[in-house]
């Protein structure tokens, strides 16, 4: 740190024989590190966020409630409850949006992979470059004040802030730069032994792998949490953990004897209860070198829920003619690689835990064959046949189609044109062709997996001032102008949600 | 006191006779040359159209004002050069052939007048003919895009097409000429920016400079040859030594056609000392040196390094060594304005400032669209999943990249970048001054970005032009 102050006044000093001058850049000190009152006259705080990936409220409020004593005593003391998620409930755009207060519509990001533009070139990751509102760091960092952050989902590229931060789980190793300042990246990989980013190939039948790698990883998390709460200036600490995710889609099966997958006896049977087990004594590590005036939040981002299957969505679309191929694949073909008659296809669509279907527009896709006058008529229509979709057996499925422009204030970017949650999000759409097993799979086209994502995540809120007791109706909008107001920042202009309190 | 400002889409100053090339391409640059300053060593901020343009026209970085997706407009709060001067009571106008640095991204911000010109054939046409074309053209690009061999052959006939229409840039620079002859005989200061791209891909010079770079062997060749770029950096398209030599000499004839038509914006301008006038490149072009083509993917010198000449009534003919970058020019023509370069911060200087100190020299690449290599459908383009960012300090050049490959290069003593010194024992020290000097840039930066870039929506002409430029693969 002192290295970096150095460093600065002298760049400071070439930029101050400038035209323009450094100085009034430069000169931005002075502001003191703890503002003496925030919003609604609540002295401003520290804050530690502690996010958990795939948090889910069945799980961390009543299931496995008693394994986790440290958490159940926060809770006490806490306003908590479920968090509803962003639509859709996907790690990238909700966590963008819990640490903006802004949709995905309006972050332009419907998933981890985005259309960067209406051709057919196919899909892009959505990274931190792709954020153009402040995060609640941004504006703390603006007011003079310090951050952490560890794994903070959307943040890979790292971006300079105020403070520290080590990227997300969509870096793509540690030889990338990880870490703001880049130095600190020597630190990590000292305290942690060699930093984990993420559980690689977590959809694996090496199960006994995966269990290791997600017990491993969460301890360091909360290893270097602890090591970086402890050295270093903040007000706003936040560490998210992929643990949870990674478990519940590697292991949902094993342990829940409503999956499909669940075999009584197997042996990861308690696996799921033994990491919470181990997750709520990594907690009260972390808490107890917190100190006393900090403001905890613990969230997640959505939650989860039983995977029952997947329905092969472009299938569907060829069957009812909507999505015309130039020739059959001659195997299992994700969507990208397939050889698509783009002049005789009105729609096609993206696999994932929910599908995203496109319809190829005149004058928007480049071969697009559905004139825009007849846009809402045809989208309706593939809406409302996937709507009355059957599951295996003949019963409903239970599909829900969400469109856009309902869903948020304002859409930006290539967004999909419907959105859809396969049995309410109990079935995962598969996007690949030429898996020849008709419309219905239990297999994953992407490895086995045994959760799929819910809406409904959770808050746990405990702080001096804040009220305590479970509360209905909190929404991932509401947590970004939360936290401010708890760090003595003003909401930010275009900013959704409410101050809880 | 009024200003023209040429900007030469992709040409190199390694190609350019005042910068020591000797094959005779650009004579009327070489003349403007010997009134005007000739900066060696200048460095664009971006190196492709979009965010280069838009660092010359707002005096940011690419991380600061975001366009370096071609989905991202002008941010609604960014002023841009033309404006300050236009609401300082100037005439502006702009004239451009190239949709990057156009309307579609709301770089046209400013310009009182501003005047397209899409060198596809078909793309401007109105009627049955362009509308049959515009139909036919994609579902044939679609069809041949999953083969190398009918990619080449489609690339092959935009060539020919384009060089038997002569593109636009004739008609783009007759039209910049009699404005600027129109608005010198007003008492009022004008601002004219000419955006010339004759040498972007597809070349197709007209006809005589192409025989004055190309035997007929020569030509013969380079018609038949495959000019994919992406084609060349996916594997595809294995471009040898002799092939690359023919690509450099057509290049090199749409260089000494941009010159031609510079000609004619050159004596419209006339030679009165009160008009300022500037030419630079928005970037250069990689010809297959580090085994890269196009303009994507690098921060090299290929790309980074760009032409920059001034004739300023206050600046002595000659030649200036001090390392300067293209986003100076915004500084410098609001301070000859007699304007305050105003609210806001960039690190650009002006370009009269006679001090050598200057803390460092930035070459971004952010952002990179693996979308170009969909259609190769084997072909991993991981490595090219990288941002860059080059810094320049003191006669050394270190690169950044995002995937933690760092480059050293000591530019003075090797320009071709060839021996990365990042690895060797007297990298060390440097390399960890640059590191430091990087950090501190970047949250100089981030404390000024400019933020929320607007969407972009695609007219059908723009998007058929684009693709012609070899962009949406």
Request: with cysteine; proline share 6%; net charge neutral.
């Amino acid at each position: 740190m002192e290295r970096r102050y150095r460093a600065r006044r002298r760049l400071g000093s070439c930029c101050s024989g400038t035209a323009r001058g450094g100085r009034a850049i430069l000169g931005s000190g002075g502001v003191p590190t703890t503002a003496t009152t925030g919003t609604r006259g609540r002295r401003a705080r520290r804050v530690a966020l502690i996010g958990l990936d795939c948090g889910t409220p069945e799980l961390l409020f009543e299931r496995y409630a008693d394994d986790m004593p440290t958490l159940g005593r926060l809770r006490r003391q806490a306003l908590w409850g479920s968090l509803e998620s962003t639509a859709p409930p996907l790690s990238i755009p909700a966590w963008l949006s819990m640490l903006t207060g802004r949709t995905p519509g309006e972050l332009g990001v419907y998933g981890f992979r985005n259309r960067t533009d209406h051709g057919y070139g196919g899909l892009a990751f959505a990274t931190s470059r792709w954020v153009r509102v402040p995060r609640v760091w941004d504006l703390l960092g603006q007011a003079g004040r310090d951050s952490v952050l560890i794994g903070v989902p959307g943040t890979y590229p790292p971006s300079p802030l105020r403070g520290s931060m080590v990227t997300c789980f969509m870096t793509p190793s540690t030889d990338a730069q990880f870490t703001f300042p880049a130095d600190l990246r020597e630190e990590v990989q000292r305290v942690t032994g060699g930093y984990t980013i993420d559980v690689a190939g977590f959809r694996s039948e090496d199960k006994a792998r995966v269990a290791q790698q997600i017990f491993d990883m969460t301890e360091q998390r909360f290893a270097l949490a602890r090591h970086l709460a402890t050295t270093r200036p903040w007000d706003f600490l936040a560490v998210a953990d992929m643990g949870p995710d990674r478990l519940h889609h590697g292991f949902w099966g094993a342990c829940d004897p409503g999956h499909p997958r669940y075999r009584p006896g197997n042996a990861y049977e308690h696996v799921v209860r033994d990491y919470y087990r181990a997750l709520d004594r990594h907690l009260a590590g972390l808490l107890e070198v917190l100190p006393d005036d900090t403001t905890v939040a613990i969230a997640s981002d959505h939650g989860a829920r039983p995977m029952l299957g997947g329905f092969c969505l472009n299938e569907w679309l060829v069957r009812e003619g909507l999505l015309v191929l130039a020739e059959p694949p001659a195997g299992p073909t994700p969507i990208g690689k397939a050889a698509i008659d783009w002049s005789r296809t009105t729609a096609w669509g993206d696999g994932g835990f929910y599908g995203r279907l496109f319809l190829n527009v005149e004058g928007r896709e480049p071969l697009g064959t559905v004139p825009r006058r007849d846009y809402e008529s045809v989208r309706e229509h593939i809406a409302s046949r996937i709507e009355r979709l059957p599951d295996p057996v003949g019963r409903p499925l239970g599909n829900r189609v969400l469109r856009p422009g309902e869903l948020y204030p304002e859409v930006r970017g290539a967004a999909p044109d419907l959105i859809v949650y396969f049995g309410d999000l109990r079935w995962r759409a598969v996007g690949s062709l030429g898996l020849g097993h008709g419309l219905y799979t239990s297999e994953n086209d992407t490895g086995p997996d045994d959760a799929n994502h819910s809406e409904q995540g959770v808050l746990v809120l405990a702080g001096e001032g804040l009220s305590h007791g479970r509360q209905e109706g909190l929404s991932i909008y509401d947590v970004a102008p939360t936290l401010q107001a708890l760090l003595g920042l003003p909401a930010a202009a275009g900013q959704r949600g409410r101050v809880l309190g | 006191m009024s200003v023209v400002l040429v900007v030469l889409d992709c040409v190199r100053p390694d190609h350019v006779g005042c910068y020591g090339y000797q094959r005779g391409t650009t004579p009327n640059l070489d003349a403007f040359a010997a009134t005007a300053t000739r900066f060696d060593n200048a460095i664009t901020a971006g190196v492709w159209t979009l965010p280069s343009m838009a660092s010359m026209m707002t005096g940011l970085y690419p991380s600061q004002h975001c366009l370096n997706r071609a989905d991202r407009a002008l941010g609604r709060d960014l002023v841009t050069l033309p404006q300050r001067l236009a609401e300082a009571g100037w005439r502006t106008a702009g004239f451009t052939a190239n949709p990057h640095g156009g309307r579609t991204f709301q770089l046209d911000r400013g310009f009182q007048e501003f005047h397209e010109f899409w060198g596809v054939p078909g793309a401007d046409h109105g009627g049955l003919l362009g509308r049959g074309y515009r139909w036919v053209r994609p579902r044939l690009r679609d069809a041949v895009k999953r083969s190398q061999a009918l990619t080449a052959t489609a690339i092959r006939l935009q060539r020919r097409r384009a060089e038997a229409s002569g593109g636009s840039g004739s008609r783009l620079a007759d039209a910049a000429a009699a404005w600027i002859r129109r608005a010198r005989g007003d008492q009022r200061p004008f601002f004219a920016l000419v955006h010339l791209m004759e040498s972007h891909v597809p070349y197709a010079p007209a006809r005589e400079h192409l025989q004055r770079f190309l035997d007929e062997a020569g030509r013969r060749r380079v018609a038949k040859l495959d000019h994919d770029g992406m084609g060349y950096l996916a594997g595809a398209n294995p471009l040898g030594g002799d092939d690359l030599a023919l690509i450099g000499s057509l290049y090199d004839a749409t260089i000494s056609y941009g010159d031609e038509l510079l000609g004619r914006v050159l004596d419209a301008a006339g030679d009165d000392p009160d008009t300022l006038v500037a030419i630079t490149a928005d970037h250069g072009q990689q010809l297959g040196e580090h085994r890269m083509m196009g303009h994507f993917f690098s921060v090299y010198d290929t790309l980074a390094r760009v032409p920059l000449l001034l004739r300023h009534p206050e600046l002595p003919a000659g030649v200036v060594q001090r390392p300067v970058q293209s986003v100076d020019l915004h500084p410098t023509v609001l301070e000859t304005a007699g304007l305050d370069p105003g609210p806001g911060w960039s690190c650009a200087v002006s370009l009269r400032a006679r001090s050598d100190h200057r803390p460092v020299l930035v070459t971004e690449y952010l952002e990179p669209d693996l979308t170009r290599f969909a259609r190769f459908r084997d072909f991993d383009p991981a490595p090219f999943d990288r941002e860059l960012r080059a810094l320049r300090h003191d006669g050394w050049k270190y690169i950044w990249s995002s995937d933690g490959r760092e480059e050293l290069y000591d530019v003075t003593g090797d320009p071709g970048e060839t021996r990365d010194l990042a690895g060797a024992a007297d990298g060390g020290e440097r390399l960890r001054d640059f590191r430091l000097l990087h950090e501190e840039w970047q949250v100089e930066m981030q404390r000024h970005a400019a933020g929320d870039a607007a969407d972009v929506a695609l007219e059908a002409d723009v998007a058929a032009t684009l693709r012609a430029l070899g962009y949406f693969d």
